[in-house]
């Protein structure tokens, strides 16, 4: 399961049905849980730990340093989850002493080719990264969130779950969750209920969702009153609760 042109550090930690291809190198301070599939001319570094029945593909860069100028080579981390799918040409950075210490990625994602996840962010479950999303510093994910191709996404920035942004999207501000959004700088486009019909949300659900959405969107209120307003609809929803919640702790400012 190693190819013999493979440099696992003595130190590194493979799990059981580990596989690593050709010319990859596992550093030190490594765990790869079992049933993972580490591709050729991967490198993984840092202290990083890889969960189990994982596939990376080739010329991934996973757990190095972070592009922080303040880093100063603390052994700050990065946590990979189960079953996550990491296409060509990906870049994960450890985390830095600025904020949580570590970087993380949930279980269940597709991450498509050179994406970048940077320093600190956390990324939740069942996501997909299209081709060439960029996360930079601190930014989080949502569980179910969906990137379009070249989308960026701005340091600090909260991705809510559920949310859809389309290709090219640049996010400098927080997107709630549920919402669709497309465009540089991005601009709202409704609410991703084909994707919540999917994933087995309520009629009335949705409805108390969208009828949120235009509370903080169409009614022409001010960002104080669309709070007030979003909290009304969504007592008593317990689906639609998170986009109240999301709006209300939102510290950078929403994408209206």
């Known amino acids: 399961m190693i190819h013999p042109t493979a440099l696992i550090h003595p130190g590194a930690k493979l799990g059981a049905g580990v596989s690593v291809g050709a010319y990859s190198i596992i550093g030190e301070h490594v765990e790869i849980g079992d049933g993972t599939r580490i591709g050729p001319h991967v490198v993984v570094e840092g ?4 969960g189990r029945d994982n596939e990376i593909f080739q010329f991934c860069s996973i757990g190095a340093s972070p592009q922080d100028k303040k880093y100063d080579a603390e052994p700050t981390r990065l946590e990979i989850g189960d079953r996550n799918t990491i296409r060509e040409f990906c870049s994960f950075n450890v985390g830095t002493s600025q904020d ?6 949930g279980s269940d994602n597709w991450i498509m080719a050179y994406v970048h996840i940077a ?10 990264f299209a081709n060439n999303a960029t996360l930079a510093g601190h930014v989080h994910v949502g569980d179910w969130a969906i990137l379009g191709g070249f989308t960026g996404v701005h340091q600090f920035c909260r991705v809510g779950a559920h949310s859809f942004c389309g290709v090219g999207t640049v996010l400098l501000q927080d997107l709630p969750p ?3 959004v497309a465009g540089n700088p991005a601009k709202p486009h409704g609410i991703n209920s084909e994707g919540l019909k999917r994933r087995g949300y309520s009629v009335e659900g949705i409805a108390a969702i969208k009828r949120a959405y235009r509370a903080l969107y ?3 209120l001010s960002l104080d009153e669309a709070r007030q307003r979003v909290a009304e609809i969504v ?3 317990a689906e639609a609760a998170p986009f109240a919640e999301f709006i209300a702790a939102s510290g950078r400012g929403l994408v209206r």
Request: hydrophobic share 30%; with cysteine; glycine share 10%.
């Open 119 to 128: 320093h600190d962010c956390q990324v939740g479950d069942h996501t997909i």
């Open 235 to 237: 007592s008593g929803h």
């Open 47 to 50: 202290h990083t730990r890889i």
């Open 100 to 105: 949580a210490h570590v970087t993380r990625l």
């Open 218 to 220: 169409r009614s022409g």
């Open 178 to 180: 549920f919402v669709t």
